[in-house]
């Protein structure tokens, strides 16, 4: 009589694996071949395996205390620095010093102070110096006194400008005011203006946005006229080379931050070239794509 016996049909087998081929081919299922050491509940796995379900595992296995691999030995007892209580806590975390409800309701937190020396920027305090402008003697920190000169307050900083940044000591002086700019400029003046609509050129602005009359503003400077041989201020008061802005365009204008080239395009189309053509090279020049200013072919001497 053969030792395996197939329980779903009877068949016996010589061996337990010709057994659980059959079982496995003949009627669809693969026999126990595990027992679970907690329940004793017969299962199949491939891999060895002790227990039928992770239930059985847990109930099985203890985590806590020693029998937790990340075990270091426990809480440990201290007593609260605050309210004297004795509390647990696990001293892989930190040092116990203060029960939970303290943590909670006490301010336990130690307050910092940060004034004179024990600021870790300290290099000093402040120091006496003398006010450049006045002689009054002022106390500041040594990393503000970074400036040209040291003022005691706002109007002797404002005076230091003033006197500073006036005529040649201005970075923009270019020599100094050209005068009266003389016949011809009051009838160029209306011209652009009217011309123009009374509005700013540049960003649009109108007349009563402005205030007042937009500023008549000159693409070529009138010194640039001035100071060229051959030439006088009223050479720079024609239509090509006048546009209206507002204050501030105006102003913008006057230290480049807006091109000739581009007040040059607001001059209306097929308007020709003035004196300024005739220049000295490189004096006053303007050009804009495709209407490039050019030498005509008999010059002012």
């Not at 006045?134 to 040209?148: K, L």
């Not at 009359?213 to 693409?219: K, L, S, T």
Request: net charge negative; with cysteine.
């Amino acid at each position: 009589m053969s030792e395996h016996v197939c329980p779903t049909c009877g068949r016996g087998f010589d061996s337990h694996r010709g057994l659980g081929v059959h079982h496995s081919h003949t009627h669809g299922e693969t026999l126990p071949n595990r027992e679970c050491a907690e329940c004793g509940t017969t299962f199949h796995c491939k891999h060895e395996k002790k227990y039928c379900s992770e239930d059985c595992r847990d109930a099985a296995v203890s985590y806590e205390g020693e029998n937790n691999p990340n075990y270091s030995g426990g809480k440990t007892e201290t007593e609260c620095e605050i309210c004297g209580e004795s509390f647990d806590y696990y001293p892989s975390e930190k040092k116990g010093l203060y029960c939970p409800t303290c943590v909670e309701t006490e301010d336990w937190r130690p307050e910092q102070d940060f004034s004179g020396e024990d600021n870790p920027r300290w290099n000093g305090g402040k120091q006496e110096f003398e006010c450049d402008v006045c002689g009054d003697t002022v106390e500041r920190y040594p990393g503000r006194v970074t400036g040209e000169i040291v003022a005691c307050d706002e109007d002797c900083h404002r005076k230091w400008l003033s006197e500073s940044f006036t005529g040649e000591g201005h970075p923009n002086w270019e020599g100094g005011d050209t005068g009266n700019y003389g016949k011809g400029w009051n009838r160029i003046r209306k011209l652009a203006l009217e011309r123009d609509g009374y509005e700013c050129t540049h960003c649009g602005k109108s007349k009563e946005e402005i205030g007042r009359n937009p500023d008549v503003h000159h693409i070529v400077p009138v010194r640039v006229f001035a100071a060229a041989r051959g030439f006088t201020k009223a050479d720079a008061h024609y239509e090509e080379n006048v546009v209206s802005l507002c204050i501030d365009c105006h102003r913008k204008a006057d230290f480049g931050v807006i091109p000739k080239a581009r007040l040059l395009s607001y001059v209306p189309a097929g308007t020709k070239y003035g004196p300024h053509v005739a220049l000295p090279e490189g004096a006053g020049r303007v050009e804009s794509g495709s209407r490039r200013a050019q030498r005509p072919e008999s010059t002012v001497q």
